[in-house]
């Protein structure tokens, strides 16, 4: 299962709210997860079966989606929030990733 | 605290071979399913090879199949992946990935900061 994100990059300032958009290219359910990766660190989980927001994520992030198309929603950032975002899906083996959303400061 | 140390990486040569180590604490490892997940440098997230909880049951990429080797020692808790036939392509952090719950055992809830593996002449 092929994970396509868009866009690549995401320039928003501080306060603004950010939509990042994952889509399969067959349908995963609702087995789908993000992830924030900071520069020089490991990935976090933050968003898991699309909507659900792990232990300790902020509920300024939020998950939507099912079957092919899912949607990553900030809705204010924080100066901490830019980073690379990753949506996966665990609906069929091999697991996939999708190529990843850069949220830069604008 | 619940965490995953990985070691074992380095220079090798294309063709030669590496055993990757990740040491569990703070949880049971045999409660769990585990992962390896690589990132060549600059470059996106790319899922490895998964193993279930007894270690009975492993799944790999279509890339690294039949070169690499994913294995457990829970009593020890402690996570295997033995890689064989390098090649450039191998290039990589290699995280090591504990699977987010018991029935979520494919999402990666908690993750190592990485051990680096780097196969050129």
């Known amino acids: 299962i092929v994970l396509t994100q868009s866009p690549a990059t995401l320039s928003l300032s501080p306060g603004e709210r950010a939509t990042l958009s994952c889509r399969a290219s067959?349908?995963?359910?609702?087995?789908l997860a993000w992830y924030q990766q900071k520069s020089g660190q490991a990935p976090r989980l933050l968003i898991y079966?699309?909507?659900n927001r792990a232990t300790g994520i902020p509920a300024r992030f939020s998950g939507s989606g099912s079957g092919t198309d899912f949607t990553l929603t900030i809705s204010s950032l924080e100066p901490e929030d830019f980073a690379m975002y990753y949506c996966?899906?665990?609906?069929?083996?091999?697991?996939?990733f999708g190529g990843g959303t850069k949220v830069e400061i604008k | 605290e619940v965490q995953v140390l990985e070691s074992g990486g380095g220079l090798v040569q294309p063709g030669g071979s590496l055993r990757l180590t990740c040491e569990a604490s703070?949880?049971?490892?045999?409660?769990?399913?585990m992962s390896w997940v690589r990132q060549a440098p600059g470059k996106g997230l790319e899922w490895v090879s998964t193993?279930?909880?007894?270690?009975?049951?492993?799944w790999y990429a279509d890339s690294v199949q039949g070169r690499f080797t994913i294995s457990r020692d829970n009593p020890n808790n402690i996570l295997y992946l033995q890689m064989n036939a390098l090649r450039a392509e191998d290039t990589a952090l290699y995280y090591c990935?504990?699977?987010?719950?018991?029935?979520?055992?494919?999402?990666?809830?908690?993750w190592g900061q990485g051990t680096m593996v780097t196969a050129s002449s």
């Open positions: 990935a504990k699977g987010f719950s018991s029935t979520h055992g494919s999402f990666f809830g908690i």
């Open positions: 703070g949880f049971t490892l045999s409660t769990y399913a």
């Open positions: 193993i279930n909880e007894g270690g009975g049951v492993v």
């Open positions: 067959q349908s995963v359910s609702s087995y």
């Open positions: 079966d699309a909507s």
């Open positions: 996966q899906q665990r609906s069929n083996w091999p697991l996939t």
